[in-house]
Every structure is written in C-alpha cells, then in structure tokens.
C-alpha cells in the first residue's frame, strides 16, 4: 500500500473486512468464548522478557488476530519500524530519525544519522553520566562550601520530567535511601517552593533538564532555583558550578544560563522529549539507583526492543497490544484506555503513559498533511490499584462506555517491604486477578437472584461483564522490567501510529498555548492591551486584575 492509499486506510480491503468482522461478531461475550475453548487462557498468552502478557480476556477470536494482522502488513509497520531502527527520518514535520532505541544500544552497534555511528556518544554520555553519579553518591562531588550533597532537585517538565520521576518512583527500593530526590515541573511557583523550603542549599544540587534549554517554565524555576541558591549561601555566581547541572542538546543556551558546559550531559535532536528518559534526562535517576541498576535498566529496554524487531507478527507483544488498541478505538468506538498498575511504585506510570501515547499519537492530520477519517489516540488514564476500585471502577463496571483496560502486578514485593507488609501482596494481587475476572465475566441476573437479592434490586447488581482486559504479570519490579515495560509501551504507541498514517514524533499541538501565554503575559502584569483577544479572556482578564487589586 502506498502512502497516498494508506491515507485512506478506512477504505482498504483489510479495514474494510475488520469492520465486517465486526458486525459478525456483534455482542459476543467472552463467557461465550472461554466456553468455546477451554485453553483460551493459556493460548491466549505471549511472553517477552520477564514479562508474562495474557490476552484472552478480550473480544477477540483468532479471526480477529489474523484481520488484526493483515491490517499491519497492509500498512506495512515492519517496514517503519526497520526504517526507524535503521535511523532514518521517519519524524518528517521536523525532518529527524527517531533513535530512542540507540540510548540502549550496546557499545559495538553502528547505527549511523547522516553517514555518523551514534552509538560511541551515546556511550560516551553514559560514562560521564556514570562518573558523575558515582561522585555524588561517595560523596566526592561537594558543594561550594564543601558539604556533601545531600539533595537533588530535578528541575524540568513533560519528557523532562515525567521520566525520571516516574521511573524514581518506580525503583525507590533501588535507590540510596540516604539522598533526598526530588522533581519540579510546574511554573506555579508553589512547586519549587516545596521541593525546597526545607532544604539546605550547601548540600542541593540542582539538575536542569531541558531538551532545547528554551522551555519557559523550566528556565523561569531554574532562575528561580539560582536565585535560592546564591541567597541562601550568601555567594556570587561562582557557586553555580557546584550546585548545577543541565541536561540538554543546546550547549550554547547551557552556557547563556551560565552552566558551565562541562557540567552538561549531551543527548540529540534524535531522541524525542517523551522517549528521553533512558538518555542523559535520566542523570537524576542515575544518582539515585546507581549506574549498574541504570545499565540493568538499558538492558531490559534493548530486550524488548530486540524482540518488536525480530519476533515474528503473531508473537510480537507490542504489535500486538497496538493491534489491541486499534480494534477497541476504531472498530468499536472505545475513546479511552486505562492502565491500572497494581504497584504503588508505578504511582506515576499512568501520568508518564499519558505524555508517551497521547503526545505521541494525538493527531488528526495523516503523514501525507491530509486530515485522516478515522479515530487516532486514546484518552489514556488510570492510577494504581486497588485505590481506583473504590473511586471510579464502578464506571468501568456498569457505565455506558467500553474502556479497555491494562493491568499490570507483580508475583514478589519489592525486596525491602518490611517484613510485616509482605503478607499484603497476597491481598493486593487478589483484588488484581478478582477485577479482570469481575470485568470480565461480570455477574449474571440468574447469580444474583441465587443470591436471594430482591428482584427490584437485580438490575443494579446484575454484572454484564465483557469489559476487555491485558493482564501483564512479571514476577518483581526491577529496573530491567521497568525498562521492558517502558519499551514495549513505546514500540505500542508507535504501532498504532504506523497504522494510523500519523507521525507519532512531533507535538506541534503545543505550540499555540504557549505563544498564547507568552502574549497573555502583558496583559496580567501591566494591563497592557493583546490585539485580537476574544471578549471571554479580555473579560477573565479583567476580573483576575481586578482580584489581584490591581
Ligand atoms: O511542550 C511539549 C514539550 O516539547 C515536550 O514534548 C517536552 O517533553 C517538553 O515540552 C519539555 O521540553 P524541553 O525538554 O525542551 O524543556
């Protein structure tokens, strides 16, 4: 199929036998399809890495699976993937090779952008990055005034951001429980003002991660952070050498801030904001776990990345989960995803989710600039479990809408749960296998009534199931089964971007709200009037001044 074709992917014979498929199958309950094959459970499951991925709990038979397929290789994803494996420019609004997967690439790979191996830089920073960690964390790396650090600050946002603090949340067991780790994000000024009020600058060190060091929230808190710095050690401009680092592609801006760039960690224009944390945004991380829990990490992305790009299609987990997606969204109108992880150490795994699908496949104009006719991302949404069960569940169980749902658990707790909590996971992972299976197979009105419920109260207990589920088990939460899950819900998300034609890799849907805030800016400080602002804001505006007694 050609580019020009796949812009009318919703009128190709594999789409269009999807939607036929669809109709034959019409309300088909997954009662129905267990009963029909005893081994569905075990059939219905693929394994990658030290992650255990059961499918069956969906509305699907081996038909689907084969539509589901045929549809991928009409759309040829194989074909994108290895163009961006290869390191070609497959990010074509901005003209760049999407190179994620060479973060963790190992050290003799060649994998060449414009006629240059990137694997040796690649390597390069991870050895500055590793040295620099090991510093911090013996303690030879001190503060101007020649205390230990004791404290980080991680100042950045969105792929800056939501990575590392994410995958620190994830890995605290790992960390050196001795340093104090914290993350700012937001240009609401009570972020930084937490993350530092009780702490001591002579033992901080503040790391700024920006991809482009022109991202205004990032500079407006780390000029802030300066300003706390140099107050609160009485010192000049010669103390920000011990206490910042930048993380960026933008050594000049670096150096404008007035960081010296030899405290800079490097990464490329190759590697997108959301797919950065295994690169040098993740420098804070790598001062918390250490550099070898950092490898580990690599290590379990390449996994996955090794397995999206030799397995075979019908044993292919990412496709497979894309393929999943595509189903539910386009062939029966599912507008959201849940990911449900039953970790409280997956806290932030939901809200980093939400930047890598829906930055990335948030899109509604095709490769080719033409607008596409059929439904791209889903809203994506979710917080750990069991905490959700008893807040909005109750709308996944009886609502109105279909949400397909991921669930993700662990066999083991975390190494260092102190030993009377141990005993919980049972309890935990109890609720994690009780909800696919409720959602599932719900409850029928016949099994209420052998309840002996009322009959007026049976229509509210009745159950009618068939909410579609992914169970992904792995039997500890590890860095390497971080860096697994992570790459497989990238290789996902790109999957559905090459099949829904959309380039998956810019986000020039930001870019309005930001000019907007800048000229907005004016008009809340100084009065100053914004040619063109609509009567609603001009109004807002007004009342804001007006409240703020100006
Ligand atoms: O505004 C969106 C965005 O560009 C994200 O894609 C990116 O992760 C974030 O801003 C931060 O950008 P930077 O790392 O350049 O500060």
Do not use: C
Not at 283 to 304: N, W
Request: charged content about 20%; cysteine-free; glycine content about 8%.
């Amino acid at each position: 199929m050609n580019a020009d074709s796949r812009t009318r992917l919703n009128q190709t014979p594999e789409w269009q036998a999807l939607a036929r498929h669809r109709e034959e199958l019409g309300d088909v309950q997954l009662r129905e399809l267990f009963a029909a094959s005893p081994g569905r459970g075990a059939g219905y499951t693929l394994a990658v890495g030290d992650l255990h991925v059961d499918y069956s709990k969906h509305l699907v038979t081996d038909d689907t699976l084969r539509l589901l397929r045929e549809l991928a290789a009409a759309t040829d994803v194989f074909g994108l993937r290895d163009a961006m494996f290869r390191g070609e420019k497959i990010n074509i609004t901005e003209n760049r090779a999407v190179l994620h997967t060479a973060l963790r690439a190992p050290r003799d790979a060649v994998i060449e952008v414009d006629g240059e191996n990137v694997v040796p830089g690649v390597h390069a920073v991870l050895d500055k990055m590793a040295a620099f960690a090991e510093k911090v964390r013996s303690g030879e790396w001190t503060g101007h005034t020649g205390k230990r650090i004791k404290n980080i600050v991680n100042v950045g946002i969105g792929g800056s951001d939501l990575g590392p603090a994410m995958a620190y949340e994830a890995l605290r067991s790992y960390t050196d429980r001795d340093l104090t780790v914290r993350f700012v994000s937001n240009v609401d000024g009570a972020d930084l003002h937490e993350a530092v009020r009780d702490l001591d600058p002579a033992e901080t060190l503040f790391v700024i991660a920006s991809k482009t060091f022109t991202t205004i929230e990032t500079i407006t808190n780390a000029t802030s952070a300066r300003d706390w710095l140099l107050t609160g050690l009485k010192a000049g401009q010669e103390a920000v050498a011990r206490h910042f680092v930048a993380l960026s592609t933008n050594a000049a801006k670096v150096s404008d801030f007035g960081i010296d760039t030899a405290n800079m960690f490097e990464f490329w224009d190759w590697v997108g904001g959301r797919y950065s944390y295994d690169s040098a945004i993740g420098l804070s991380l790598m001062i918390a776990i250490g550099p070898d829990r950092f490898r580990e990490m690599l290590d379990g992305f390449r996994l996955v990345d090794e397995h999206f790009r030799t397995a075979p299609a019908e044993s292919n987990v990412p496709l497979l989960l894309g393929l999943l997606g595509v189903w539910y969204g386009n062939f029966h109108d599912a507008q959201s995803h849940a990911v449900l992880p039953y970790s409280h150490y997956l806290s932030r795994f939901t809200a980093y989710l939400q930047q890598l699908d829906m930055e990335s496949n948030g899109k509604y104009v095709g490769r080719d600039g033409q607008p596409v006719e059929w439904q791209t991302g889903p809203v994506v949404w979710g917080t750990p479990g069991t905490n959700g069960q008893h807040a909005y569940y109750q709308l996944i169980h009886q609502g109105t809408k279909l949400i397909p749902a991921d669930f993700i658990g662990f066999a083991e707790p975390v190494a260092d749960l102190l030993p009377g909590l141990v005993a919980q996971h049972d309890l935990l992972m109890a609720n994690f296998f009780a909800q696919t299976q409720a959602l599932a197979f719900g409850k029928t009105p016949d099994e209420v009534r052998a309840e002996g419920v009322p009959e007026e109260l049976v229509p509210h207990k009745t159950f009618k199931g068939n909410h579609p589920t992914t169970t992904i088990l792995a039997k500890e939460l590890t860095p390497s089964v971080l860096g697994q899950l992570i790459a497989l819900y990238e290789h996902k998300v790109f999957v559905q971007g090459a099949i829904w034609n959309i380039d998956s890799f810019d986000q020039w849907g930001v870019e309005l709200g930001k000019v907007l805030a800048k000229r907005v800016e004016p008009a809340l400080t100084e009065g100053a009037e914004v040619p063109g602002l609509d009567a609603s804001t001009t109004s807002l505006v007004a009342t804001y001044r007006q409240m703020r007694g100006r």
